[in-house]
């Protein structure tokens, strides 16, 4: 791909012009005909850059630089987490064995004097070339093929591989275990470790823990990404000098506040024990990276709460820390008639809605009692004990 004779100003300035536009495919039929530029790439870009604008700001909005048009935008980390990994490690030399777009490259690489960038598409190759020479990362050598078989012709371990397995098969379907993902990291296990002194594996939220934990016994390290209360990513480290008996578990959340972390391992969570009660003055919601690490009873028993039922995952308490992981709502009444309570508390109808181990999904509440989101109020909707209850609560942090 000739970027540079595709990409010209005039298709940057129509990106600049209408980058906020809300219908990019409207603006194309507009304007057929009528401009002396590729209007079909322009209207491409235009439309990628959307897509990454929350998550790769400073990228969508660099107008030097050119974007992959299939699921690789969509696909790639954001720069929040991107930023991030660079905690994890630092040296010499890494290999990124599935490169994509490139922005998990581009932000580690920062930490390594030698970077390989591998790739089997073609085009994300001539892009992610394009885009580091815009960058200024001189130190990046770019791959095109396999990137397991790309590594084994390097005779000395890097300081860090890097992996990002495709999360979809063959026909578009959710993959659960890693083992079904592309590259195949645990069948690969072996030779990763003779050819790296770290291991950073990037895989789907929606991979199961256990199960992963049990597919590569020997990390030590595993992060539970999330951003703004939703979880991102799963990261697992493995380092040729640390030995653990027990994998590290870290719940992360990135959020606008600041960062928030808990920390744990299986067996820790295991020994925990939970305690139950009434509702009392406030109700509390671990952060969703605890939610989907599974340290219901050690979350609750370290910042002395009670659970309010064994599959609600909900707390209660008296008092509550300031630097608890999670949200924290104070109960201003249970409604014990909600159709009729609800109309008369909430005359427009707005309420932020919250179901956990009820009876009805968030959308089902909705939708039965008329409400939208919005507003500082929430509708907290749970089992408590043996039975299904409603309660008003106001988010304090």
Request: glycine share 6%.
């Amino acid at each position: 791909m000739e970027i540079q004779k595709v990409y010209t100003k005039k298709v940057k300035k129509f990106i600049q012009d209408y980058l906020h536009e809300k219908d990019p495919f409207k603006l194309f039929l507009s304007l057929q005909k009528k401009v002396d530029y590729d209007l079909k790439l322009a209207v491409e870009q235009l439309t990628a850059r959307q897509k990454g604008l929350k998550k790769i700001p400073d990228w969508a909005n660099n107008l030097s630089l050119f974007f992959p048009v299939n699921l690789s935008v969509e696909q790639a980390s954001s720069e929040e987490t991107a930023r991030f990994k660079t905690e994890l490690v630092k040296g010499t030399s890494m290999i990124d064995l599935t490169g994509g777009f490139g922005i998990d490259t581009f932000y580690l690489g920062a930490n390594f004097k030698s970077v390989n960038y591998c790739e089997r598409d073609e085009d994300l190759v001539d892009i992610f070339r394009y885009n580091m020479d815009i960058l200024g990362m001189s130190h990046v050598k770019t791959f095109h093929g396999d990137g397991l078989e790309i590594l084994g012709r390097f005779p000395e371990p890097f300081d860090l591989i890097y992996v990002d397995p495709a999360r979809r098969g063959e026909h578009n379907q959710k993959l659960f275990k890693l083992a079904d993902c592309e590259p195949d990291v645990v069948a690969n296990w072996d030779l990763m470790k003779s050819k790296g002194k770290n291991i950073l594996v990037k895989v789907s939220p929606m991979l199961d823990l256990k199960q992963t934990i049990n597919e590569l016994p020997e990390v030590q390290q595993i992060w539970v990404l999330s951003v703004k209360n939703e979880v991102k990513e799963l990261l697992l480290l493995w380092q040729e000098e640390q030995e653990l008996s027990e994998a590290q578990i870290h719940c992360v959340d990135l959020g606008t506040a600041g960062r928030q972390d808990f920390d744990f391992t299986l067996a820790k969570e295991q020994e925990a024990s939970s305690t139950f009660s009434e509702v009392k003055s406030y109700i509390i919601e671990p952060m969703a990276s605890i939610m989907k690490a599974g340290a219901f009873k050690l979350f609750g028993q370290q910042f002395g709460m009670d659970k309010l039922h064994p599959n609600s995952h909900l707390y209660t308490s008296d008092n509550y820390s300031e630097d608890i992981p999670g949200r924290v709502f104070e109960v201003i009444r249970e409604f014990k008639q909600p159709k009729k309570e609800l109309k008369s508390t909430f005359p427009s109808g707005k309420v932020n809605v919250i179901s956990r181990n009820f009876a009805l999904s968030t959308e089902e509440i909705k939708r039965k009692f008329k409400l939208k989101d919005g507003g500082e109020d929430f509708l907290i909707c749970t089992k408590v004990g043996e039975s299904y209850r409603v309660f008003h609560g106001r988010k304090l942090r």
